[in-house]
C-alpha cells in the first residue's frame, strides 16, 4: 500500500503542480505540493522515507522547472530529513508542531531558492521576493500542510506517537 | 309487424309529401328532447378535453420542458464548444500564418504547465527533444518574443520566460538601432540595459530581437518601453519594458529550431516595419 502510494506520489505530484496548483494560488504564487508531501511523509515515517520520498519528488520537480537539476533534489531531500528529525523528536506530534516544522521548512527551503536563483540579481528584486513569493508560498504550503494532515488517516495516535519515539533517532 | 312496417314504408313512396309531414312533426319535439343531453354530453366532452389538456397532458408538456431544457443545455454548451473551437481556430491561424512568414524553421508546440517551482517563470511545452527542440532555442508567439528553451526531454521541453529575472537577449530598439541586453524583472516586467548614453531613447519605442543571441532570427518584437531611466554619473542608460506578448494568457507558441535569417523587421513577426538590412544568421 505505501510503497504503491509513494509511486503515485512521485509521479502524479509534478504534473499536477505544473499543470493545476494554480487553482491553489495565492496572487499567482502556487503550493509547493513537493515540499509539503516531503515533509509529511518525513514528518509521520521517519528521516529515512523522508529523505528518500524528498529526492524522488525534488527529482521529478527540477525536471520541470527551468532550474539546476539538483536544486530540488538536495532542498526537498533535506526538507524530508528534517522533518523526519523534527518528527522523531517532539514530544507530542500535533498538528501544531507540524504546522510549525512544515513553516520553518518552507521558509528554510525559500531562503535557499532566494540565494541560489536570485542571489545574482539586484537587491531590490531579491528583496522584492520576500513578500511576492516565499511569504504567501510558506503560507499556503502551512496552510496546506495542516490541511492535510489533518486528513491523513494514518497518522499517529499519541499512544503509537510515544510508542515509536524510543526507536527513532532520540531513543 | 312486418307488414305494417312494410305498409308505411311504401307509403313514404306512395304518399311522400303527407309522410314528410307527418315526420316532421314527429321529429321536432324528439330532436328537442334530444338536445338536452346532447348540450350535456358536449359540455361533458369540452370538460373532459380540459381536463386531459390542462392536467393530464400537462405531463408531457412537463417531460417536453424537461427535454426542452436538455436540449437547451446541451445546445449551449455546443455553442460554447464551438466557440471555443472558433477562438483556438484563430488563435492556430495565427500562429499558422506567422508560421508560413517566418523564413526560420519552427516547431508549434502546446502549453502544458508552468514551472514546478514559484522560483522561475517558465512554462512546459508538449515538444521535446523527439520533436527537434533543443538547449536555448527562441520560442515565440504570433505576437512576439517568449523565451527561451532551457531544458528538454524527449517529449516536453521547459521555456525561460523572457521575463525571467535569469533571462538574457539582446535587444535592439526598433527606432534608434541601439543595442542592449534585455532581462526579466521581479515584477514580471523586463528591463532594457546597457543602452548608449547618446541612444535617443523615448517611451513607446518597440524592442525587438537583434539576432546575435537567444535563438532568434533578428526583429522579432520584445516588447514596448514605458520608462527611461538614465542616472547620473552612469556609463549606459536602461529602460523598463512591458514585453509584447501577454505571458499569463499563451496557449501555443512557435519554437524557433533554425533561426534563419528573416532580412528585415517587416517580414518578422507583429508586421512592424524597421529599416534593418537583412542578417545572416546568429
Not at chain 2, 105 to 115: F, L, S
Request: charged fraction near 20%; proline fraction near 5%; include cysteine.
Amino acid at each position: 500500500m505505501k510503497p504503491a502510494l509513494y509511486v503515485a506520489l512521485v509521479l502524479g505530484l509534478v504534473p499536477l503542480q505544473t499543470s493545476l496548483a494554480h487553482y491553489l494560488s495565492l496572487g499567482g504564487v502556487r503550493p509547493d505540493l513537493c515540499l509539503v508531501a516531503a515533509g509529511l511523509i518525513g514528518f509521520l515515517a521517519g528521516p529515512v522515507e523522508g529523505v528518500l520520498i524528498g529526492i524522488a519528488l525534488g527529482l521529478t520537480q527540477d525536471l520541470f522547472s527551468a532550474g539546476a537539476l539538483w536544486l530540488n533534489v538536495i532542498v526537498k531531500g533535506t526538507v524530508g530529513l528534517l522533518a523526519g528529525l523534527a518528527g522523531r523528536q517532539m514530544t507530542n506530534a500535533t498538528l501544531a508542531t507540524f504546522v510549525v516544522t512544515v513553516g520553518g521548512l518552507s521558509v528554510l527551503a525559500g531562503l535557499v531558492f532566494l540565494f541560489m536563483v536570485r542571489g545574482g540579481g539586484e537587491l531590490s528584486d531579491r528583496l522584492a521576493a520576500l513578500p511576492s513569493i516565499l511569504l504567501p508560498e510558506t503560507l499556503l504550503n502551512t496552510a496546506l500542510g495542516a490541511a492535510l494532515y489533518w486528513l491523513v488517516p494514518f497518522r499517529p495516535s499519541g499512544e503509537e506517537e510515544m510508542e515509536r519515539r524510543p526507536i527513532g533517532l532520540v531513543g | 309487424m312486418l307488414l305494417l312496417c312494410v305498409l308505411v314504408l311504401s307509403l313514404v313512396f306512395v304518399l311522400p309529401k303527407q309522410s314528410r309531414t307527418l315526420l316532421q312533426s314527429i321529429g321536432q319535439p324528439l330532436a328537442q328532447l334530444l338536445s338536452l343531453p346532447l348540450t350535456v354530453f358536449a359540455s361533458l366532452d369540452r370538460g373532459v378535453q380540459e381536463v386531459w389538456n390542462g392536467y393530464v397532458a400537462l405531463y408531457q408538456v412537463s417531460e417536453e420542458n424537461r427535454q426542452l431544457r436538455h436540449e437547451l443545455q446541451v445546445l449551449r454548451g455546443r455553442n460554447n464548444e464551438l466557440r471555443e473551437l472558433g477562438v483556438a481556430g484563430q488563435r492556430l491561424a495565427a500562429v499558422l500564418a506567422l508560421k508560413e512568414r517566418l523564413k526560420a524553421k519552427t516547431v508549434a508546440a502546446q502549453i502544458i504547465g508552468r514551472d514546478a517551482t514559484n522560483w522561475y517563470q517558465s512554462i512546459v511545452l508538449d515538444k521535446g527533444a523527439r520533436d527537434g527542440i533543443g538547449v536555448e532555442m527562441g520560442v515565440m508567439a504570433p505576437d512576439g518574443a517568449v523565451g527561451r528553451v532551457v531544458k528538454v526531454t524527449p517529449f516536453t521541453s521547459m521555456v525561460l520566460l523572457i521575463t525571467d529575472p535569469n533571462n538574457a537577449v539582446t535587444g535592439l530598439i526598433q527606432r534608434t538601432r541601439d543595442e542592449g541586453i534585455v532581462e526579466g524583472t521581479a515584477d514580471g516586467r523586463a528591463r532594457m540595459k546597457y543602452i548608449p548614453l547618446l541612444a535617443t531613447l523615448q517611451s513607446g519605442d518597440v524592442v525587438v530581437t537583434s539576432g546575435l543571441t537567444g535563438g532568434f532570427p533578428r526583429g522579432i518584437p520584445m516588447g514596448t518601453i514605458t520608462r527611461i531611466d538614465k542616472a547620473e554619473g552612469e556609463l549606459f542608460q536602461s529602460a523598463e519594458i512591458v514585453p509584447e506578448v501577454d505571458l499569463h494568457k499563451l496557449e501555443e507558441v512557435l519554437v524557433i529550431t533554425d533561426p534563419l535569417p528573416v532580412g528585415d523587421e517587416r517580414e518578422g513577426a507583429g508586421g512592424r516595419s524597421g529599416s534593418a538590412p537583412a542578417e545572416a544568421r546568429p
